[in-house]
């Protein structure tokens, strides 16, 4: 049982470094949403994958609000970016609020 | 009987967390927004699932399965709506890569106005400097 426990939070703790990663590169704050909301949903994995290895229904309570919360950030952030289209002035959407680093990889495509 | 349903529930939970490993992959190596969150939406529907399948297995007692189950639920409820919300921006803010799409239903041909575009107040035409938009 503890190889398998240490093989679940071996893929769980890898999935989670590689969303943080995807998170600090960007480039875009969309891209950091989309991060975001999988880093989430692999810590309520983790959390569940915690209860079912200790079989201890402590933390049973915690999943409930952190998958509301994953929703309730994701939605509000993306309703914040579309709302940054109104003040924009070439009328395409994307001088206002982005990183540069998005512009140039735009340039790229 | 145990012993079968502890090797059921330690495979769920590792198909849950091996999809937890490519989501992180995908979002990795993946170019823009929406294949970005084609990888991210992997464990947010099977992974979980799966994930609350075993840990439903494991725990005893069904309070605590109806509470996974209510997880579950929430997450095939609202992983739809965010990832709407998210694509529908990004597709706005020009962050997809065109060279990449196979079928742009709104490309060019749906857009012949190029100051309009949108459906929401948000998308009004831009203000001229000094220059009211004029209605069309």
């Not at chain 1, 426990?5 to 600090?24: E, S």
């Not at chain 1, 509301?68 to 950030?73: D, H, R, S």
């Not at chain 2, 990795?28 to 970005?36: A, E, T």
């Not at chain 2, 799409?101 to 203000?127: K, M, T, W």
Request: proline share 6%; charged share 15%.
């Amino acid at each position: 049982m503890t190889v398998v426990g240490f093989a679940l939070y071996a893929l769980i703790g890898g999935g989670a470094l590689l969303a943080l990663v995807r998170l600090a590169l960007g480039p875009s704050l969309l891209d950091r949403v989309v991060a975001t909301d999988t880093l989430l949903v692999i810590i309520s994995a983790g959390l569940a994958v915690y209860a079912a290895l200790e079989r201890s229904p402590t933390v049973v309570p915690v999943l409930v609000v952190v998958s509301l919360l994953a929703f309730v950030g994701s939605v509000s952030v993306a309703r914040y970016i579309g709302g940054m289209l109104l003040r924009s002035r070439t009328g395409d959407g994307r001088d206002l609020g982005l990183p540069l680093a998005a512009e140039v990889r735009e340039e790229q495509s | 009987m145990t012993a079968l349903a502890d090797v059921v529930a330690f495979a769920c939970l590792l198909t849950g967390a091996a999809l937890c490993l490519t989501a992180g992959l995908g979002l990795v190596r993946f170019p823009d927004v929406l294949s970005r969150m084609h990888a991210g939406t992997k464990p947010q529907v099977l992974g979980v699932l799966l994930v609350m399948v075993g840990a439903a297995i494991r725990l005893d007692g069904w309070a605590n399965a109806w509470m996974l189950l209510l997880v579950a639920a929430f997450q095939l409820l609202t992983a739809p709506v965010s990832a709407h919300l998210i694509s529908r921006v990004a597709y706005r803010r020009r962050h997809v890569r065109r060279d990449l799409l196979l079928i742009d239903e709104f490309g060019p041909a749906g857009h012949q106005d190029p100051r309009y575009r949108g459906d929401e107040p948000g998308d009004a035409p831009p203000e001229e400097d000094g220059v009211l938009p004029q209605p069309s």
